[in-house]
Each structure stands twice: as structure tokens, then as C-alpha cells.
């Protein structure tokens, strides 16, 4: 059976969808076999971000209505053959999603693959409650800024109380990504630190994604960052987390803590 | 603007935290909150008898976790009430 994993941050634009598709797109380049599910039904996008979008004909919708098979709806990735996407539907709205239906789909996929990736949307409402229920582990995206961390302890609350897991009492298992972070600011106090964000959120980190141009050139091209640059500072990160992810104990690095003296000194015109 | 404040800028960071901090263990228990008003104004009503308080500087909080719950009662009494006091 694989693992169920919800991809989750109460706020809007924090990089879930980004996540979704780096942290796939690494599990399938260790070989592993992955689905990731988007649930934003209404304003779906990882499809965009995947580079799949002109080859969607059947959504998660579709499948839970019975109008298509779940495999039709299944698109394989062009570049990684082990890594599959279930759209959501873009005309429909978010009622059209049944909790039975969702159990269901969700249940088929566990069997067919290592990981199943479900990509929340914002919010607390029924498309992000569903999405995290039938979630065995649950990664929550922050910004280290106050609203969005403001957000992530709410979904961390909901985590805890509106899961089957929770519901069963068993502990959900939680990790916190940090996204767009950036160490000059922070070492200059106007950007909150990664220390700052775990004592407060008090749930073990699974990666430091830095803020990075080459983020927003590979949802350009529409590759994950994983696979558009597997060399940059944010695939090499995205790596690291998804070895986490699969049980492995890797010391996070926090950027900008191994800095010299020479940049401390010319990095901070940049 | 003095040329002394380009050097003073002051950090943002730390007042995010803190604001967070404070914000976040109010949020966290919106179960016990009905509670922590009731006691906060019983216990204003009380301090008030004797000294005289700022409401603001009464802070009464209520922490939680699965084995203990913690009420918190801070209380800023101002210089010459404490004088009038003793």
C-alpha cells in the first residue's frame, strides 16, 4: 500500500503546487512510482506547473461522478515514466466532490503506487479538508512571513482534529517546508528565521526551499524544478526533503549559516 | 530624519515573532477562550478593588497541551499604585 501524503498550507500563493510537483518529480526520479492529485477543483494548476495542461481529457470530477474510468483520467509525465498527475476539473466547483468519492479514488490510487501526493488548495474549506483526510503524512508549506505562518498553524490545528487519522486517534505525522526563504534577510532581521518558525509551529522541518529565480523559469517551462534544473539551489533542496520524506535522516542546512566572511561582506549589496 | 536613523533601522523580524507568539497562544485554545474572558474580567474586577490597573496590562492566558492545562495571569501594576499600596 503507498503512502498518502497532503501537500498543505491554509494560505494562498506559499508554493504547494510548486512542492507537489518537485516533491513527485524527485520521489519518481529515485524510481519511485508516484501520482500526485491536484484538488484545487475550480482552479486547477498543477497541470500548468506539470507541463500536462493540453493533455487533460478526464479530471478527478470526471472519475467521481463515473463519467471516466480512473486510469483514462491518469496522464503519465513525457520526461519521468513513473510519475502520473489526476487533474482536477476546471468548469466544475468544489461540490462536486463527495467524500465517498474521494475515499474511493483515493483508496485505488494506494494500491497502484509508492506515493500519493494530494495538492490542497488554500484555504480551510471542503476542498483543503478533503484533501488532507485520508492523509497518513502531511506537509505543511510556510512562508516565514506572519500570515503565512499565522495560516499553517491553523492547518496544523485541523491536521490534528478533521483527519481519519486524527479522528482514530493516531498521530498524524507533520512536516514543515519552508519555502521562498532567504537568508540575506533574515540575517538582517527582516525576514523571520527558520528557528523562529519551528519554535513557533512546533513541527520537525523536511526542507529549506531558498527563494529563487529558477523557480519561476521551470513553472515557465513547465517542468518541475526537479527536472527543469536539477542543479539549483531549489531542486537540490526539493532532493533533500524527499529523501526525508522517505524515512532517511539528513541534517537540514540552514543557507546562509556556512557563509564566509568575504560574502557576509559582498553579499549584502545584493 | 536624522542621518544617525539610516544606521538605527530598526529589526522587523523579531516583532513578527513575538507578535506571532502572542496572537498564536491566543488562537490555539479557542475552546478554554470563553473561560480566560470570564476569569480576566473576575480578576480585573478583584485587582481593581485595591489598586488601580490598566486593563491593557492584564493579561490572562490559558496554555494547553495533552497532559497539563497552565493559566497564566500577568498583571502590570504601575509604580505609584504599588507605592500606595505598601
Keep these: ?270 | 530624519m536624522s542621518i544617525f536613523s539610516l544606521f538605527r533601522k530598526q529589526k522587523s523580524a523579531p516583532l513578527a515573532r513575538e507578535r506571532l507568539q502572542v496572537l498564536l497562544a491566543h488562537e490555539r485554545n479557542g475552546v478554554g477562550n470563553e473561560l480566560v474572558a470570564v476569569l480576566r474580567e473576575e480578576i480585573l474586577a478583584v485587582i481593581a478593588k485595591h489598586v488601580q490597573i490598566d486593563r491593557d496590562k492584564v493579561h490572562v492566558t490559558m496554555d494547553s497541551d495533552e497532559h497539563v492545562s497552565l493559566l497564566e495571569i500577568d498583571v502590570e501594576i504601575p509604580l505609584s499604585a504599588s507605592l500606595r499600596a505598601a
Design chain 1, 1 to 270: 500500500m503507498g503512502k498518502v501524503v497532503v501537500v498543505t498550507s491554509g494560505k494562498g500563493g506559499v508554493g504547494k503546487t510548486t512542492s507537489t510537483a518537485a516533491l513527485g518529480a524527485a520521489l519518481a526520479q529515485k524510481k519511485e512510482k508516484v501520482v500526485v492529485v491536484d484538488f484545487d477543483v475550480g482552479l486547477r494548476n498543477l497541470d500548468l506547473v506539470m507541463g500536462a495542461e493540453r493533455r487533460v481529457v478526464y479530471d478527478l470530477v470526471n472519475v467521481i461522478q463515473g463519467d471516466a474510468k480512473l486510469p483514462q483520467a491518469l496522464i503519465r509525465d513525457k520526461r519521468l515514466d513513473t510519475l502520473f498527475l489526476l487533474p482536477a476539473s476546471q468548469t466544475r466547483d468544489k461540490d462536486n466532490l463527495t467524500p465517498e468519492g474521494v475515499e474511493w479514488v483515493i483508496g485505488e490510487l494506494k494500491k497502484h503506487f509508492d506515493w500519493v501526493i494530494c495538492d490542497s488548495p488554500a484555504g480551510i474549506e471542503r476542498g483543503a479538508t478533503l484533501a488532507m483526510r485520508h492523509a497518513d503524512v502531511a506537509v505543511v508549506v510556510t512562508n516565514p512571513e506572519v500570515s503565512s505562518v499565522r495560516d499553517s498553524d491553523r492547518i496544523i490545528g485541523l491536521l490534528d482534529s478533521k483527519t481519519l487519522k486524527a479522528e482514530r486517534g493516531e498521530r498524524m505525522e507533520k512536516h514543515l517546508l519552508l519555502t521562498r526563504y532567504d537568508a540575506a534577510r533574515a540575517e538582517r532581521g527582516d525576514m523571520l528565521k527558520v528557528e523562529d518558525v519551528l519554535e513557533i509551529l512546533s513541527i520537525p522541518l523536511i526542507g529549506i526551499i531558498p527563494e529563487s529565480m529558477d523557480v519561476l523559469r521551470a513553472s515557465n517551462v513547465g517542468a518541475p524544478v526537479t527536472l527543469a534544473d536539477a542543479k539549483s539551489a531549489p531542486a537540490m533542496a526539493y532532493f533533500e526533503a524527499a529523501r526525508r520524506l522517505c524515512g532517511e535522516d539528513l541534517p537540514v542546512v540552514v543557507p546562509g549559516e556556512k557563509r564566509g566572511i568575504f560574502s557576509k561582506i559582498f553579499g549584502r549589496a545584493a
